[in-house]
């Protein structure tokens, strides 16, 4: 997949039309479909499940990159796996079992994800660099749209790619939050390959290629 890539966040869009709103991702520039899973316990709302993006997969060819921010994520990833997923990224402050999650997601077939809160460092994520394929980071506190981007977060994105070229490993890096026309040249010259928006893209305001 050729880099960066734009993957629209469907957490902003308006959920009684997602037919719509993945219309609209695949016409501006989309390569991906961002799926915001909340349980209303790791983060305080709660969007949508397996039904939702099961009935919504017949709708794009786009791959669905599942971002789980829920408790015990390790429960999950088969049933998103069966409804639909190609990437399933969870968060590492949310399971004591990321090796085994990310083996799991392999196992699937789909590529592996983990992300991390502005509050955990890039070192949380050490013993499992080698595996993952995508690493996300949170440039706002999960669980709300439309929040300020949090300067501090494109450093580590400039950490992880240092990283990866030191160690030769080869996932890659995407940035979720605050993401418009003002920070979108920060992510990038950090060496954010995936870009995830949701406001800015949904109203028409980021200016993509």
């Known amino acids: 997949m050729k880099t960066p890539v734009l993957a629209p966040s469907l957490l902003s869009a308006d959920f009684s039309n997602l037919e719509s709103a993945i219309k609209q991702i695949e016409n501006n520039g989309g390569s991906v479909v961002h799926i915001d899973v909340m349980d209303g316990h790791f983060v305080p709302e709660i969007t949508y499940g397996q039904p939702v993006v099961r009935s919504i997969r017949n709708l794009t060819k786009l791959p669905f990159d599942v971002h789980l921010m829920v408790e015990k994520p390790e429960n999950h990833i088969v049933s998103f796996a069966d409804a639909g997923a190609d990437w399933i990224t969870f968060h590492i402050e949310a399971t004591a079992h990321s090796h085994r999650l990310i083996q799991m997601i392999h196992e699937r077939g789909l590529k592996a994800g983990v992300s991390i809160c502005p509050g955990t460092s890039v070192s949380a994520l050490s013993e499992i ?11 706002v506190n999960p669980g ?14 400039a950490e992880l790619k240092k990283i990866r070229a030191e160690h030769n490993y080869n996932y ?25 928006s949701g406001s800015s893209f949904f109203n028409g305001s980021l200016k993509w290629n």
């Open 129 to 139: 660099l080698e595996y993952a394929d995508i690493i996300l980071v949170m440039t």
């Open 144 to 157: 709300w749209g439309g929040q300020k981007f949090i300067e501090s977060c494109a450093d580590k994105v």
């Open 172 to 196: 890659l890096i995407s940035v979720d939050g605050g993401i418009n026309n003002d920070t979108l040249k920060t992510v990038l010259d950090a060496g954010a390959d995936v870009i995830v």
